[in-house]
């Protein structure tokens, strides 16, 4: 009887951990947007996006989630995407998103970045390149 009970608990407290490990670890889908939606997340390691292919003339929306914590030491967790010349910025908080809408005006080649933490500008792996096409 007492093995019984021991197997018992045991299995519940092997249950209880994964669903704990589990969610602690999974993030929700982010709804769904209307429109030209990028999504692109950052964390200390950089943008999971290195290139954006848009319209010249077409609205765009940039979601940009941050997956670090506000307890990072280098930026509170906050990230940044932005392009100059294309008048373009978004901050997303800690483990959380923020969303702009462009429509960019100009055919070219642009460098977007981060210059909240991470190195800013000078760090290659935050930032990219935005082709608006005609």
């Not at 292919?53 to 967790?77: C, E, F």
Request: hydrophobic share 45%.
């Amino acid at each position: 009887m007492r093995l019984l009970a021991f197997s018992a608990i045991a299995i519940l407290v092997i249950f209880a951990t994964g669903y704990l490990l589990v969610s602690a670890f999974s993030r929700p889908a982010l709804p769904k947007l209307p429109g030209n939606v990028i999504d692109i997340r950052a964390d200390m390691g950089g943008f999971d996006v290195q290139k954006i292919r848009v319209k010249v003339g077409q609205p765009v929306t940039i979601r940009l989630t941050s997956l670090d914590n506000s307890h990072h030491t280098d930026g509170g967790g906050k990230h940044q995407w932005a392009v100059d010349e294309l008048n373009a910025s978004v901050i997303a908080p800690p483990e959380g998103s923020n969303t702009i809408t462009f429509t960019p005006a100009r055919v070219g080649e642009f460098v977007f970045y981060c210059d909240i933490c991470c190195g800013g500008r000078a760090n290659p792996t935050m930032q990219g390149k935005i082709i608006v096409e005609s």
